[in-house]
C-alpha cells in the first residue's frame, strides 16, 4: 500500500533545545497530520495541516509545536524549546483528500528529551 | 462533538477462540466512516476495515465489522483468533466537518496459546 515515511526514527536530545522531525507523506495526498503516542498510552490527535494551513489543532499542539510543508519538501514537526514531556513516538499520516479517506501512517519518529 | 469509545482496554483470548472488541461511538452527524485501525509493536497504526454503509458487513484478514447506526457500534469481530492477532485495536470515525478521524482509546489484544 502507499508509505509515509519518517526520519528520523529515532532522536534523542537535551531539553530546551530544538528538534525537526520529518515526514514524507504519500505523493499524491494532500492531508497531512501528526499524533503523539506516549509509551504505553493511546496515540492522540496533535494537528492537520491541508493547503498550507493548519486545519485543526489539539490541546497538546502547545505554542512551542509548529508545521509547515515548504512546496515539494518534508512535512515537519518542529518543537522548540523540547520540555521532558514531549518524549514519545510522533506519527505522521497523509491521506489523499477529505471526505473520510483512510489515513496512511508512517512509522513514526521516537523522541526521546532529557 | 464526535467521541469515540472502547470499553475494554485490554482483551485477552485463547488461540482458535472468537474474539470481540467493542466501539460505540456519539456524532451529530448523519454522513460518517468508521475505521478500525491495527497498531503491531514497534510498527505504525494500519486500516484494517473501513464502512460507511449502515448494516452491511465488512470482513478483512478474517475480521469481520457492522455498522450499526440504530446502536451507535462498529463492533470488531473475528470468530478464531490467532497469535499473530496480537496487538492494539483503535475504532475510529470520521465526519464530514472535520479533516480529522477521532481514534478510540485502544483496546490491546493478547492471543495466547
Known amino acids: 500500500g502507499p508509505k509515509v515515511l519518517q526520519i528520523p526514527s529515532h532522536q534523542i536530545i537535551d531539553m530546551g533545545q530544538m528538534v525537526t522531525l520529518n515526514c514524507d507523506p504519500v505523493s499524491n495526498h494532500l492531508y497531512f497530520y501528526w499524533y503523539k503516542q506516549i509509551l504505553g498510552q493511546q496515540m492522540e490527535f496533535l494537528v492537520n495541516?491541508?493547503?498550507?494551513?493548519?486545519?485543526?489543532k489539539s490541546k497538546l499542539f502547545k505554542d512551542q509545536f509548529s508545521v509547515e510543508r515548504p512546496d515539494g519538501s518534508y512535512f515537519t514537526l518542529k518543537i522548540q524549546p523540547t520540555a521532558l514531556e514531549d518524549s514519545a513516538v510522533y506519527f505522521c499520516a497523509s491521506s489523499p483528500n477529505t471526505d473520510q479517506d483512510t489515513q496512511y501512517f508512517g512509522p513514526g519518529t521516537r523522541l526521546l528529551v532529557l | 462533538g464526535d467521541s469515540v469509545t472502547q470499553t475494554e482496554g485490554l482483551v485477552t483470548v485463547t488461540e482458535g477462540l472468537p474474539v470481540k472488541l467493542n466501539c460505540t461511538y456519539q456524532?451529530?452527524?448523519?454522513?460518517?466512516?468508521f475505521f478500525w485501525y491495527v497498531q503491531y509493536l514497534n510498527e505504525a497504526p494500519q486500516v484494517l476495515l473501513k464502512?460507511?454503509?449502515?448494516?452491511k458487513r465488512t470482513e478483512h484478514q478474517g475480521f469481520h465489522a457492522t455498522l450499526h447506526k440504530s446502536s451507535s457500534s462498529f463492533h470488531l469481530q473475528k470468530s478464531s483468533a490467532q497469535l499473530s492477532d496480537s496487538a492494539l485495536y483503535y475504532c475510529a470515525l470520521s465526519d464530514y466537518s472535520n479533516n480529522r478521524i477521532f481514534f478510540g482509546d485502544g483496546t490491546q489484544l493478547v492471543v495466547k496459546p
Open positions: 495541516f491541508y493547503n498550507g494551513k493548519v486545519m485543526e
Open positions: 464502512s460507511s454503509t449502515d448494516n
Open positions: 456524532t451529530t452527524y448523519l454522513t460518517i466512516a
